[in-house]
T-cell receptor, first 113, second 111 residues
Framework: NAGVTQTPKFQVLKTGQSMTLQCAQD?????MYWYRQDPGMGLRLIYY???????DKGEVPNGYNVSRLNKREFSLRLESAAPSQTSVYFC????????????FGPGTRLTVL | QKEVEQDPGPLSVPEGAIVSLNCTYS??????FMWYRQYSRKGPELLMY????GNKEDGRFTAQVDKSSKYISLFIRDSQPSDSATYLC???????????FGKGTMLLVSP
């Protein structure tokens, strides 16, 4: 099992450009999450999907959109990137039987110039 | 006031020391408490979780929850250089699927 995979690993964008961060899990988990991690700010939840077909806003959703494409895949889109969105983005998933354990991907390092 | 407070460190200790990492929280509805370990440039991984108050031990690691004080701790015995990482506390109320994280404490264990 690959667990949670994220692509790309690194990305540099110019202000105003758009891009989609991809996340996939092969653990048959129902719930998936997108976080951003910034120095001094910790992990902050952007959006989550409790199950296929549902999405909900987290703590910092502005400037982002998400799509739960199917049970395996959950993508995060930046429509018009801003320097404030420079961050490390983590995707995570959680299964019904895994209690509180969220499994995290390796992260995407995004720089917006 | 943030819901979860955690000293960012860094906390530097010599190999073999006992390490104490702590978080305080304000939401009395939190019932599930977790510690995640994050190595540099990696994703967080679950280290331990505890439900409600009490202690839980796993090898060199012990997690404690004191709900009356809204205070949780992670103790690491016989610390090793491989324990050098950032430790994040996380918690949630019963029935919720989302976690509230502390900002993380960076731990450095020197040989």
């Amino acid at each position: 099992n690959a667990g949670v995979t994220q692509t790309p690993k690194f990305q540099v964008l110019k202000t105003g450009q758009s891009m989609t961060l991809q996340c996939a899990q092969d653990m048959n988990h129902n719930s998936m999450y997108w976080y951003r991690q910034d120095p001094g700010m910790g992990l902050r939840l952007i959006y989550y999907s409790a199950s296929e077909g549902t999405t909900d806003k987290g703590e910092v959703p502005n400037g982002y959109n998400v799509s739960r494409l199917n049970k395996r895949e959950f993508s995060l889109r930046l429509e018009s990137a801003a320097p404030s969105q420079t961050s490390v983005y983590f995707c995570a998933s959680r299964g019904v039987r895994s209690h509180n354990e969220q499994f995290f991907g390796p992260g995407t390092r995004l720089t917006v110039l | 006031q943030k819901e979860v407070e955690q000293d960012p460190g860094p906390l530097s200790v010599p190999e073999g020391a006992i390490v104490s990492l702590n978080c305080t929280y304000s939401n009395s509805a939190f019932q599930y408490f977790m510690w995640y370990r994050q190595y540099s440039r990696k994703g967080p991984e679950l280290l331990m979780y505890t439900y409600s108050s009490g202690n839980k031990e796993d090898g060199r690691f012990t997690a404690q929850v004191d709900k009356s004080s809204k205070y949780i701790s992670l103790f690491i015995r016989d610390s090793q250089p491989s324990d050098s990482a950032t430790y994040l506390c996380a918690m949630r109320p019963s029935g919720y699927s989302t976690l509230t994280f502390g900002k993380g404490t960076m731990l450095l264990v020197s040989p």
